[in-house]
């Protein structure tokens, strides 16, 4: 199988099928699955894929959400943006596989500015990497915590986790941040991409960022703010962001919210945010 070096970093691509069949590319099959349970979440309390619909997906990962949004319905696209290079070439290979030409791939990470910033990769639990580790290096207990309740909950194809004893939960979190690696990667705002591609509307803003998520709509300005109408983002709450978040949303003529928590993450400060434009 050949193999793309990236960076003193050997990437060989896998292949998984998610529960329904669909044949995807990934980077590790056990969370290309779990990712799939994920994305599910997304798309209820109002948000939904219609025809000809355009998607940005922030955080876009192998690009699972991408999949399954342009499987909702006819001639959707969807704006993918992945920074980490070996998450982003599995991304390409689903784009090139599902896309038919309408998933394109951004290789940056995006943020309130245009630039250059380090992020952090976690090479056996590639969803995690992010521009800001300290949200797990500052309390590891939290994530040891997110990891036992994940075990508890996990999805229908993955009811075996519920019989790994609770106390093995720290040894699973040691393991999945063991062997993180730097990458500087480029940043762009969603004011550059709608310019770059002269992007009319977005339909659905998806922001699953590990964190980044303030930075990403600070780089929204109010004229294209205008374009967006519906948001789904992971808000990680602390100093009140969540709070912030709604009052930017409503600045820019968001009126229906809803916030949700994920049965695993009970004990975190990790919140879904869905907000429409009524």
Same mark, same amino acid.
């Given at each position: ?9 050997? *990437? ?42 355009? !998607? ?7 690009? !699972? ?16 943006? %992945?920074?980490?290079? %070996? ?31 380090? *992020? ?21 207990? &939290?994530?040891?915590? &997110? ?20 106390? *093995?939960? $720290? ?5 999945? !941040? ?7 990667? %480029? ?43 519906? !948001? ?30 994920? %049965? $695993? ?14």
């Amino acid at each position: 199988m050949q193999s793309i070096e990236i960076q003193n970093l050997y *990437f060989y691509p896998m292949q998984v099928n998610l529960q329904d069949g669909t044949r995807i590319h990934c980077v590790r099959k056990p969370e290309a699955k779990m990712l799939d349970h994920h994305v599910e979440g997304y798309l209820k309390h109002g948000i939904s894929i219609k025809n000809n619909d355009i !998607v940005f997906d922030v955080g876009a990962n192998v690009g !699972v959400f991408g999949v399954r949004v342009m499987q909702k319905a006819e001639n959707v696209s969807v704006y993918a943006f %992945e920074p980490i290079p %070996e998450i982003a070439a599995a991304l390409s290979k689903n784009a090139a596989l599902h896309g038919q030409g309408k998933m394109v791939v951004i290789e940056k990470g995006v943020s309130s500015s245009n630039g250059i910033a380090t *992020f952090t990769y976690f090479p056996n639990t590639p969803a995690l990497s992010t521009l800001h580790p300290e949200q797990w290096d500052d309390n590891p207990g &939290a994530f040891k915590e &997110a990891v036992k309740s994940t075990m508890k909950n996990p999805p229908q194809n993955m009811r075996w986790m519920r019989w790994i004893p609770s106390p *093995f939960a $720290g040894v699973i979190a040691w393991f999945l !941040v063991r062997g993180r690696k730097q990458f500087s990667c %480029e940043l762009i705002t969603i004011d550059e991409v709608i310019k770059q591609h002269s992007i009319e509307r977005i339909d659905l803003l998806k922001i699953d960022c590990e964190g980044s998520e303030w930075d990403v709509l600070q780089g929204v300005n109010t004229e294209n703010w205008n374009k967006v109408n519906a !948001v789904v983002a992971e808000v990680h709450d602390s100093n009140g962001r969540l709070n912030k978040t709604i009052e930017l949303l409503k600045k820019h003529g968001f009126t229906s919210f809803e916030i949700e928590q994920e %049965e $695993g993450l009970s004990n975190s400060k990790m919140f879904n945010l869905f907000a429409l434009k009524k």
